[in-house]
């Protein structure tokens, strides 16, 4: 009794010491399945436990002038002892670039840090279960709150604790800072990399610095590290993207009419909120209130422009700027993880805003898998990290950030390296780990291109929409399907998606397409006889008429189940006068189809329609991982416009003229999609 009491003592302090002791403390944990098996249940204990520190010490608003002269304010935030002074010891420093104001980080992490109080209400967020009930999308949210995520935003003191400095920084032009807004672009990136520095050189700093932080905050983690600053060791970037306008500025064409205002409109409403507190000490900056008078409303007039202006060449020289494929600011919003060359864990979502990047950022970077992770959740932009911390889900995500941290920052040897390296939660089946997704799947794990054609033959399934058609192996049928535009779409997947998963919390919108679909062309599969995964990047080539001198086509790819319900797997956009392709940057599969064709997206590559030919457009549809199970369908659905996600800049929206636009079904120029399958769909 007494040799299995030590025993378990020694365990538990092995636990409790390895983050502080280092790798030598303890051998590596296994890591196993997406919850992390053993390992992920001590990354959770050694997270959750008691921490090395007992308190934080916080400096506010602390200048940091760029090399332009420009000054930055940062939070920071520091380990401290019992009587709340701060630590001398040196440690590793994560940086977090918010545009949403430090304050708001500040107010978030004072709500989640109230004793007894917080950890109640997160966990009683995590317990709400609507699931089966109209609102059953609003669990999705609830369970988020208790997922991690929000100290992913702002901060988390219980890894401040541990031993780390978290600096919070508005970037310039917002909160505190002086200066313009730069959204992303080139002299904001350089602030990053110096701010990065400046970390680096602090007192209170060990020289490494990791950066955090989601969204906004996970792209300019990904920015900074394709410029290599020394000091940089390790990123966690949640919902990060890279190509910039194909997530969410222009994809295929169709300005971000939904998501682009009510981000700008955040952004420039509180850039505006003063420091109080230097109102009351004498010591107001007067250089942000000029800076702020000088810019009062950062590119809003730009959009408005895109639909008060009739012609191209009338456009706001920064809007044409912005749909110019070699302009410096599509250059600046153009990512190359191929650059980024310290370990990253990138988190995303399938219905996320930039989920056509989030994959591909993973299989760009060239780091070997374990130095580089990817986890996947059936989820929207708001709620990252919704399906965590339980058995057979994966770890809370400030669990793994601390995990990650902890070995990159610290040398700790946690096993986390060993997790994954590919984690997704398969649309319509469970959770499921890989060595590979989509181009950097093994080939035991990699699926089959395959053609499935749209035919005009009823598949007895989609009778609540325009038409009822048929997928199948073969192009069987001559037809031309007719659809016009509409505003079934403002209840849809892509309309939740745009408001990063604030509609989908309505089931009949985010989880069932039949609203939408009443406006659109179906096009449905036979049901599989067996489970089948759908797995990587998905092309859909339409032969389209056009009856004026443009067109703006949507498209989805659908699980539909035995009771009909439709519902979205992702989708893709495309004006019919930006198909020329950008070979340089699409790939295709071994059958020669494409499967991921990247348009150039630039007025200097636009190529009106000739109203009655046919126009062969190749559509982008960003990369997933589904199961459909015995007796569920695939579904293509086939659209003119998908508003309010995207809408066409004025001069395109003219030229299509509102008008009908025609599928063209001809088995000698077939219209299909190229599905990556793993399995026997018996089609």
């Given amino acids: 009794m007494r040799i299995m009491l030590r025993a378990t003592v020694a365990m538990a302090a092995a636990v409790l010491l390895a983050p502080m002791l280092g790798s030598s403390a303890a051998a590596a944990p296994v890591a196993s399945g997406p919850d992390g098996g053993a390992a992920g249940a001590q990354w959770a204990a050694t997270h959750d436990g008691p921490q090395q520190y007992p308190n934080i010490h916080i400096t506010w608003d602390v200048p940091i002038t760029m090399s332009d002269g420009t000054v930055l304010k940062a939070n920071i935030y520091r380990p401290a002892d019992a009587a709340s002074r701060p630590i001398d010891t040196h440690t590793p420093v994560l940086v977090n670039m918010t545009p949403y104001t430090k304050l708001a980080s500040n107010l978030v992490d004072h709500m989640g840090s109230v004793p007894g109080i917080s950890d109640a209400v997160s966990q009683l967020a995590r317990d709400i279960d609507m699931t089966g009930t109209p609102l059953s999308g609003l669990t999705d949210l609830t369970k988020a709150l208790g997922g991690g995520a929000l100290r992913n935003f702002a901060v988390d003191r219980q890894l401040v604790k541990s031993g780390y400095v978290q600096v919070v920084v508005d970037v310039r032009g917002t909160g505190f800072s002086q200066g313009v807004w730069d959204m992303l672009r080139q002299r904001e990136q350089q602030d990053t990399v110096e701010v ?16 955090t932080g989601m969204s906004y905050s996970g792209i300019n983690q990904l920015q900074a590290a394709e410029q290599h600053p020394p000091a940089l060791k390790a990123l966690f970037p949640v919902v990060p993207g890279s190509d910039l306008t194909q997530d969410v500025l222009m994809p295929g064409g169709g300005f971000g009419f939904n998501f682009i205002p009510l981000w700008m409109s955040l952004i420039n409403a509180t850039k505006w909120m003063p420091d109080v507190q230097s109102m ?4 107001f900056d007067q250089q942000w209130l000029h800076d702020r008078l000088s810019s009062p409303f950062t590119y809003l007039d730009v959009f408005l422009n895109a639909y008060t202006t009739p012609r191209i060449e009338d456009l706001d020289p920064r809007l044409q700027a912005m749909i110019r494929d070699g302009s410096p600011d599509r250059q600046a919003w153009l990512g190359d993880p191929a650059k980024v060359e310290v370990p990253t864990f990138v988190t995303g979502g399938w219905h996320d805003l930039f989920t056509y990047s989030e994959s591909q950022i993973y299989n760009q970077i060239p780091l070997p898998a374990g130095q580089k992770q990817l986890l996947m959740g059936d989820t929207y932009h708001i709620n990252s990290g919704s399906e965590s911390g339980k058995p057979g889900l994966p770890p809370r995500l400030d669990v793994l950030q601390r995990a990650w941290f902890d070995k990159w920052l610290k040398g700790i040897d946690n096993g986390i390296d060993a997790y994954g390296p590919v984690t997704l939660r398969q649309q319509g089946g469970g959770w499921v780990t890989r060595d590979g997704f989509g181009e950097s799947a093994p080939a035991d794990q990699a699926a089959e291109y395959r053609r499935m054609y749209l035919s005009a033959a009823p598949s007895g399934t ?13 192009a069987d049928s001559s037809a031309r399907l007719t659809v016009a535009p509409g505003l079934a779409g403002i209840c849809s997947n892509d309309a939740g998606q745009a408001t990063a998963g604030i509609i989908a919390i309505v089931n009949a919108c985010g989880a069932d397409s039949r609203i939408q679909e009443s406006n659109g062309l179906t096009f449905t599969s036979a049901p599989v006889a067996a489970a089948v995964d759908v797995s990587g990047p998905i092309a859909v080539q339409l032969q389209t008429v056009q009856d004026a001198a443009d067109g703006y086509w949507s498209v989805t790819v659908n699980d539909v189940a035995p009771d009909g319900q439709s519902r979205v797997l992702s989708s893709g956009q495309l004006m019919a006068s930006l198909r020329e392709i ?40 960003p990369a997933i991982e589904a199961r459909l199970e015995p007796g569920h369908r695939l579904r293509v659905d086939v659209y003119a416009g998908n508003p309010p996600k995207g809408v066409p800049p004025l001069p395109m929206l003219i030229d299509t003229g509102l008008k009908p636009q025609h599928v063209q079904l001809d088995p000698n120029r077939p219209s299909f999609v190229n599905l990556p399958v793993r399995g026997n769909p018996g089609w």
């Fill in 280 to 283: 009351v000490t004498g010591t």
């Fill in 196 to 211: 990065i520095d400046w970390a680096s050189r602090q007192a209170w700093s060990d020289g490494q610095v990791g950066m």
């Fill in 582 to 621: 950008d070979d340089s940057l699409s790939s295709r599969s071994a059958n020669g189809d494409y499967t991921d064709p990247r348009p150039y997206t630039s007025i200097e590559n636009r190529r009106p329609t000739v109203p009655g030919e046919v126009t062969t457009l190749d559509i982008a549809v």
């Fill in 462 to 474: 989609g009778g609540h929409s325009v038409h009822d058609g048929s997928l199948g192996p073969a």
